[in-house]
């Protein structure tokens, strides 16, 4: 499966003779197979045939589309009756599932439906930025407005050192 996803993926050309020797009907039967990882790499070589527009161009045309229907359904249902845990196991899978809802039947997908493509628990909050001030850009600190003082010696200061430009190092 690796390596028929690889030249599916290499060579866009190829996907029309992948699907004349027949290889889109056991992909779609092992989208419902029980190991996880089966599942993602025939939804893989899927997606990529469909990415390419090879996919709808053959005489079993509507046998396969029905199958690939029937398929990604019966994934479908199984994925909604999950526990949120078993759900994080199958992130990818549900991406590729609605990808290739989209491009094979040009509709929202019955996860994206549910909301089963992307679940809060899966978009892990962004790590905090605690450098960015400190790593401020010299002359954008030196742009930014100053801030008056109440005394005179300080807006002396202030004023000189508004007025002096900036130190370019660099050759």
């Given at each position: 499966m690796q390596v028929l996803h690889y030249l599916l993926h290499e060579n866009?050309?190829?996907?029309?003779?992948?699907?004349d020797l027949?290889?889109?009907?056991?992909?779609v039967s092992l989208v419902v197979a029980d190991?996880?990882?089966?599942?993602?790499?025939?939804?893989?070589?899927?997606?990529?045939?469909?990415?390419?527009?090879?996919?709808?161009?053959?005489?079993?045309e509507k046998e396969n589309t029905m199958n690939l229907r029937r398929a990604l359904e019966s994934r479908i249902e199984q994925i909604r009756s999950m526990d949120p845990e078993?759900?994080?196991v199958v992130k990818e899978e549900r991406a590729l599932i609605d990808s290739l809802w989209e491009m094979c039947?040009?509709?929202?997908?019955?996860?994206?439906?549910?909301?089963?493509?992307?679940?809060?628990?899966?978009?892990e909050p962004p790590p905090p930025d605690v450098a960015s001030k400190l790593f401020e850009p010299a002359l954008r600190a030196w742009a930014a407005p100053r801030q008056t003082m109440g005394s005179q010696n300080q807006e002396?200061?202030?004023?000189?050192?508004?007025?002096?430009?900036?130190?370019?190092?660099?050759?």
């Open positions: 866009p050309n190829d996907n029309s003779i992948a699907a027949g290889f889109t009907k056991p992909l190991d996880v990882d089966i599942r993602q790499a025939a939804l893989r070589n899927l997606v990529e045939m469909a990415r390419n527009e090879k996919f709808n161009g053959h005489t079993e078993e759900l994080s039947f040009h509709e929202p997908s019955l996860l994206r439906e549910g909301g089963f493509v992307v679940l809060q628990s899966d978009e002396e200061t202030t004023t000189s050192m508004s007025t002096k430009p900036p130190l370019l190092l660099g050759g």
